[in-house]
């Protein structure tokens, strides 16, 4: 028997397919209007002979570094697809071995962008010429990052080969990463406060953040950047052996007592007893069946109020912690990452529900067979997202005024988070930017959350393929408005913060409401058509421009 015949055919397969070689060039293309957006911002600085190179490569670098770490998703759902399908057991009917399923799969969902992350290498090396970053350092850094690709791929394949569930499959991926990239480092920060500097430097080298961190030492040492890479690199391997030991074990259903006392469990901790079930059917069903369907898990709500609490807590904890040296940068900061998290999961939370009824046909069947009509469905699917996201939203903007009031101090005298950590000192903002900043920031994120909204129940009529609506709309809805933003602003950026701000506020209202009123009439006129799924066929080039100039 061929050694890894999944591994050979993937390789065989991507090398006759187009797709490997789109990936690599855009990617690449990507990579080059990013650096020349950064070179064209300090095109004036008088530190272009040195600091400037080192940021522009600290910019580019946690770029590369934040896609490897969101990577995982190529592989999250690989092998639990598989088993919903119905097609692994197949699989298991050859003499093939677990591993050679798993490196399969690890090949054929890691290759292009594998590729294409290759193809950014030369753009970051760029920045050797503007000095400020030596060779070594460049090494070290892509060397991290293509362990960090590794250790991604393998942690999702890992959670995808226990799980059966996409959703779940894809959270288990973010919670394994989570884990080493947040909880560790934070964990470590703890220990080494507490006076406990020897058990903080072990887990901080299992963290692939700390050998990101010490990319900067000598490659000729033994430093801690050689052991916590070789750790981590350990760590991938050991995922991977894992999967391959649970998949042939795990592949089918095993009904027993113990896993259906826990699966009951969890699903009336998820649905509620029955009492409370049927409590919400009588009040729901009579509003909109379909509000009913979608709103019957409160596992929803309780994750999002929990890990906006989560979020709340940690940087309260930092900002006490650091005695207030900068708060505005500190509450920009936590402005910034909170919206983006709760825009991040509206997306996600208005496609998941109609896109998966889609793909099984339960929708066609619910449009069909039952009087409901398709303005019945949509505003059932905005009452749904309503009682999921309206009260944390009012939590977050409450929250945002907060920090204005804390930042601003009208009485003068030491604020609250001041005076709790020992320092009462305040970094006020004479300018009135931070405030202006703020009501931008809240009103677009009332305006970001009606068009994801439209945006997100369009893309997951119109998507024909698999689990791709939220990243549909994230792009056009978040991505869009910033990728204008950049190129907009590099021009207008002599005119200060004020410009800046207006420029982004137009933006956004001006995209939100282009995309909101586009994705409104697309949904109402097509509804129905677009019920039924169909995978998209590989129609190739001239396929798909004679599909677009047909319509």
């Not at 920045?127 to 990052?145: D, I, N, P, R």
């Not at 586009?518 to 066929?537: G, K, P």
């Given at each position: 028997?061929?050694?890894?015949?999944?591994?050979?055919?993937?390789?065989?397969?991507?090398?006759?397919?187009?797709?490997?070689?789109?990936?690599?060039?855009?990617?690449?293309?990507?990579?080059?209007?990013?650096?020349?957006?950064?070179?064209?911002?300090?095109?004036?600085?008088?530190?272009?002979?040195?600091?400037?190179?080192?940021?522009?490569?600290?910019?580019?670098?946690?770029?590369?570094?934040?896609?490897?770490?969101?990577?995982?998703?190529?592989?999250?759902?690989?092998?639990?697809?598989?088993?919903?399908?119905?097609?692994?057991?197949?699989?298991?009917?050859?003499?093939?071995?677990?591993?050679?399923?798993?490196?399969?799969?690890?090949?054929?969902?890691?290759?292009?962008?594998?590729?294409?992350?290759?193809?950014?290498?030369?753009?970051?090396?760029?920045?050797?010429?503007?000095?400020?970053?030596?060779?070594?350092?460049?090494?070290?850094?892509?060397?991290?990052?293509?362990?960090?690709?590794?250790?991604?791929?393998?942690?999702?394949?890992?959670?995808?080969?226990?799980?059966?569930?996409?959703?779940?499959?894809?959270?288990?991926?973010?919670?394994?990463?989570?884990?080493?990239?947040?909880?560790?480092?934070?964990?470590?920060?703890?220990?080494?406060?507490?006076?406990?500097?020897?058990?903080?430097?072990?887990?901080?080298?299992?963290?692939?953040?700390?050998?990101?961190?010490?990319?900067?030492?000598?490659?000729?040492?033994?430093?801690?950047?050689?052991?916590?890479?070789?750790?981590?690199?350990?760590?991938?391997?050991?995922?991977?052996?894992?999967?391959?030991?649970?998949?042939?074990?795990?592949?089918?259903?095993?009904?027993?007592?113990?896993?259906?006392?826990?699966?009951?469990?969890?699903?009336?901790?998820?649905?509620?007893?029955?009492?409370?079930?049927?409590?919400?059917?009588?009040?729901?069903?009579?509003?909109?069946?379909?509000?009913?369907?979608?709103?019957?898990?409160?596992?929803?709500?309780?994750?999002?109020?929990?890990?906006?609490?989560?979020?709340?807590?940690?940087?309260?904890?930092?900002?006490?912690?650091?005695?207030?040296?900068?708060?505005?940068?500190?509450?920009?900061?936590?402005?910034?990452?909170?919206?983006?998290?709760?825009?991040?999961?509206?997306?996600?939370?208005?496609?998941?529900?109609?896109?998966?009824?889609?793909?099984?046909?339960?929708?066609?069947?619910?449009?069909?067979?039952?009087?409901?009509?398709?303005?019945?469905?949509?505003?059932?699917?905005?009452?749904?997202?309503?009682?999921?996201f309206l009260a944390p939203v009012v939590a977050v903007l409450a929250f945002d005024v907060l920090l204005i009031i804390l930042s601003?101090?009208?009485?003068?005298?030491?604020?609250?988070?001041?005076?709790?950590?020992?320092?009462?000192?305040?970094?006020?903002?004479?300018?009135?930017?931070?405030?202006?900043?703020?009501?931008?920031?809240?009103?677009?994120?009332?305006?970001?959350?009606?068009?994801?909204?439209?945006?997100?129940?369009?893309?997951?009529?119109?998507?024909?393929?698999?689990?791709?609506?939220?990243?549909?709309?994230?792009?056009?809805?978040?991505?869009?408005?910033?990728?204008?933003?950049?190129?907009?602003?590099?021009?207008?950026?002599?005119?200060?913060?004020?410009?800046?701000?207006?420029?982004?506020?137009?933006?956004?209202?001006?995209?939100?409401?282009?995309?909101?009123?586009?994705?409104?009439?697309?949904?109402?006129?097509?509804?129905?058509?677009?019920?039924?799924?169909?995978?998209e066929e590989p129609l190739g080039l001239l396929g798909n421009l004679g599909r677009m100039f047909g319509k």
């Amino acid at each position: 028997m061929t050694f890894l015949p999944i591994v050979l055919r993937e390789l065989r397969v991507a090398a006759r397919g187009k797709a490997l070689y789109r990936a690599r060039f855009w990617t690449a293309v990507t990579a080059v209007g990013l650096g020349s957006y950064l070179m064209l911002m300090f095109r004036n600085t008088s530190r272009i002979g040195g600091g400037a190179g080192l940021m522009i490569f600290h910019m580019l670098t946690g770029v590369g570094w934040l896609y490897c770490a969101l990577l995982a998703r190529n592989t999250a759902d690989c092998i639990s697809d598989e088993k919903r399908e119905g097609t692994l057991g197949l699989l298991f009917l050859t003499d093939l071995k677990g591993y050679d399923i798993v490196l399969g799969k690890l090949c054929a969902n890691s290759l292009k962008s594998f590729y294409g992350f290759i193809a950014t290498f030369p753009v970051v090396s760029c920045v050797l010429v503007m000095g400020g970053v030596t060779g070594v350092e460049l090494f070290l850094v892509a060397l991290e990052l293509l362990n960090l690709f590794f250790f991604a791929h393998a942690a999702g394949l890992l959670v995808s080969a226990v799980s059966r569930d996409s959703r779940r499959a894809n959270g288990g991926a973010a919670c394994v990463l989570i884990f080493f990239l947040l909880v560790l480092p934070v964990l470590a920060a703890w220990l080494k406060n507490q006076s406990h500097p020897s058990a903080a430097e072990v887990l901080q080298l299992f963290s692939p953040i700390f050998a990101y961190e010490e990319a900067s030492a000598s490659a000729t040492q033994l430093s801690g950047y050689w052991t916590s890479l070789l750790l981590v690199h350990l760590c991938a391997w050991f995922f991977l052996a894992l999967a391959s030991l649970l998949l042939p074990r795990c592949w089918q259903d095993k009904p027993g007592r113990i896993n259906l006392r826990w699966n009951a469990r969890f699903r009336q901790w998820c649905f509620g007893p029955p009492a409370f079930r049927e409590r919400l059917r009588l009040k729901l069903i009579g509003i909109n069946p379909f509000f009913w369907l979608v709103s019957r898990n409160r596992l929803g709500a309780i994750l999002v109020w929990g890990f906006l609490g989560l979020v709340f807590c940690g940087w309260f904890w930092a900002l006490c912690e650091s005695g207030l040296a900068d708060s505005i940068s500190w509450f920009v900061m936590t402005i910034l990452i909170t919206h983006t998290i709760l825009k991040f999961w509206m997306a996600s939370e208005a496609c998941s529900h109609l896109e998966e009824q889609r793909r099984t046909g339960a929708l066609e069947i619910l449009l069909s067979c039952t009087p409901l009509s398709v303005e019945e469905i949509i505003a059932g699917q905005w009452r749904a997202l309503r009682r999921l996201f309206l009260a944390p939203v009012v939590a977050v903007l409450a929250f945002d005024v907060l920090l204005i009031i804390l930042s601003q101090d009208p009485w003068h005298r030491p604020n609250l988070i001041g005076a709790l950590s020992g320092n009462p000192r305040r970094r006020p903002d004479p300018d009135g930017n931070f405030i202006l900043f703020v009501f931008v920031a809240m009103i677009l994120l009332c305006a970001d959350a009606l068009a994801i909204g439209w945006v997100g129940i369009w893309r997951a009529m119109a998507e024909r393929r698999p689990r791709r609506a939220a990243g549909q709309t994230i792009m056009r809805v978040i991505i869009l408005p910033c990728i204008l933003m950049g190129i907009f602003g590099a021009v207008l950026a002599s005119g200060g913060a004020p410009v800046l701000l207006v420029l982004w506020f137009l933006i956004g209202m001006i995209t939100d409401a282009i995309l909101s009123a586009t994705a409104r009439d697309q949904l109402y006129a097509q509804f129905r058509e677009l019920s039924a799924f169909v995978r998209e066929e590989p129609l190739g080039l001239l396929g798909n421009l004679g599909r677009m100039f047909g319509k």
